[in-house]
């Protein structure tokens, strides 16, 4: 099946040979559907907070964070591409074709060009090159010499580079990338009592030098702007996360008489998180950021999602130390299943004592999440579901993207309609358990929820597996939280004219 010289290629990257046989049986096989028990709404998985009650958890946040290593971890690695595919199209067929509706993404974009906060910069390269001025190609219906400048290697190069390193929104004083904003926010919810603010992202090897540049250029400034002292931390997406890549009939890819692995999704980040020992862990998409002006909520929310988060947690370890206390009485335990059933639904076994304690110290073991939850206006985004946890035998609350469930199903179909809201990775997570122990995130995997898509390389297509998402089955068997938070706090850029919307002016 293996040729040596594969296998030794394969070793190279951290891959022995079990994992290579076992990916293939996966395309084989393929991965189930998970099967939805309802939707989790407002009262039945999702919590509603009151005014009062947020205002009381953003009280405690600096009580509750006194002696916690607070960290913001944010994926960063995925290239801009899909931003300006569109673009690309508008480019190549504007002038053969102007009533095809696919193009009016790309004439709304040049109306409003001089509103992006990369204006200033694309028009220097272009007068800078061509000795001429932007409002003349304007004119002209030059349009495909301005996305050249703004796509192509001898202009701003977005489309080669990652959502981090392009500007995002435009001040008075400054433009910011994307990854400027996260250090903005960093300093606004997630700086610890001694003023650290601490970043993790995740980057492409060839992007490092440029991150390390950009934040050259800015951190003392900001530092000296919102009295913090930033510690940023870089890591990249592991070798050995990558998955085999097959033909259409199962068989191994070849590139060049080599295999070929392509990087298998969010979830291969799930190494990088498990590598970080941190109290509190923030977990926020890139490219979901807002401008100054309506950070408030985003603030607000990430705070009192933190306090929610470290109370649960202190009462879940309290419960633990009860549970490992030989002493423990009928009426504690009594307590505890009260506190799952109620806050869980999570209904304990009907057994002797001995089996109630190992059954309870299971389902409290184990890493806690506190996810904000939107409500459903039409914007993508996996969901959130009840599902039965077929190892536990307990329903449990997930994300659930759409590839991970049967809608040619009636029954499925229609609790996917019933959903009420979306998730926008919005994420606060205790990876410690009572004892201050690091857990192995890799033990709380379920390994049944990754998925197969087609994909092609140089024109032939192949099959490529992505692993367990980070948020949805990477996190399969933590402790979960649901949490409804204002559509405010989600504005995610997509497409480059998303940059256009409100939450980004």
């Not at 040729?3 to 190279?12: D, G, L, R, S, V």
């Not at 006194?66 to 899909?82: Q, W």
């Not at 179909?413 to 857990?439: M, R, W």
């Amino acid at each position: 099946m293996f040729t040596e010289e594969q296998i030794k290629y394969a070793q190279e990257r951290g891959l022995v040979l079990e994992e290579l046989k076992a990916q293939l049986q996966r395309f084989e096989k393929g991965f189930p559907y998970l099967k939805l028990l309802r939707a989790a709404t407002i009262d039945d998985g999702i919590i509603k907070l009151s005014q009062t009650q947020i205002n009381k958890l953003v009280e405690q946040y600096d009580e509750l964070t006194a002696d916690s290593k607070i960290l913001k971890f944010i994926p960063a690695s995925g290239a801009a591409t899909r931003m300006f595919k569109d673009l690309f199209y508008f480019r190549d067929n504007y002038k053969n074709n102007s009533n095809d509706p696919q193009l009016e993404f790309g004439y709304y974009f040049v109306k409003n060009i001089r509103k992006f906060a990369f204006f200033d910069e694309l028009e220097k390269l272009i007068q800078e090159h061509t000795n001429r001025k932007i409002e003349t190609l304007l004119l002209e219906k030059e349009y495909d010499t301005i996305l050249d400048y703004i796509l192509g290697e001898e202009g701003l190069n977005y489309a080669n580079l990652p959502k981090a390193l392009i500007h995002f929104h435009k001040y008075d004083n400054e433009n910011r990338l994307a990854l400027h904003e996260h250090f903005v926010e960093g300093a606004k919810y997630a700086q610890m009592q001694d003023g650290v603010v601490h970043l993790h992202f995740t980057v492409s090897p060839e992007h490092h030098d440029d991150f390390l540049f950009e934040i050259e250029e800015i951190q003392e400034e900001y530092e000296s702007k919102y009295d913090v002292m930033y510690v940023v931390d870089f890591s990249f997406q592991k070798p050995e996360t990558d998955t085999i890549a097959v033909n259409l009939d199962n068989t191994p890819f070849l590139d060049s008489e080599n295999l070929l692995f392509r990087p298998a999704g969010h979830g291969a980040l799930l190494s990088n998180l498990n590598d970080l020992d941190s109290d509190l862990i923030y977990i926020k998409n890139i490219d979901n950021i807002t401008t100054d002006r309506l950070k408030s909520d985003t603030i607000l929310y990430k705070k009192a999602l933190a306090s929610f988060l470290i109370n649960t947690q202190n009462r879940i370890f309290e419960y633990l130390k009860q549970l490992y206390n030989e002493g423990i009485s009928d009426a504690d335990i009594k307590e505890i299943e009260f506190y799952l059933s109620e806050n869980l639904k999570i209904v304990s076994v009907k057994a002797d004592k001995n089996q109630k304690i190992d059954f309870l110290r299971s389902v409290l073991n184990r890493p806690i999440r506190v996810c904000g939850m939107v409500k459903n206006e039409g914007e993508p985004g996996g969901g959130p579901f009840w599902v039965f946890d077929e190892d536990l035998k307990i329903e449990s609350l997930q994300i659930v993207e759409s590839s991970q469930i049967d809608l040619e199903n009636i029954e499925q179909k229609q609790i996917v309609h019933s959903a009420t809201h979306f998730n926008p990775v919005d994420l606060v997570c205790a990876t410690k358990n009572y004892k201050g122990e690091k857990f192995d995130l890799t033990q709380f995997v379920n390994a049944e929820t990754g998925f197969i898509s087609i994909k092609s390389k140089d024109g032939k297509e192949l099959k490529a597996m992505e692993l367990p998402g980070l948020w949805n089955g990477a996190m399969d068997k933590w402790i979960t939280f649901f949490v409804e938070v204002p559509l405010s706090t989600f504005s995610p850029v997509k497409t480059i004219n998303d940059l256009l919307r409100e939450e980004h002016r």
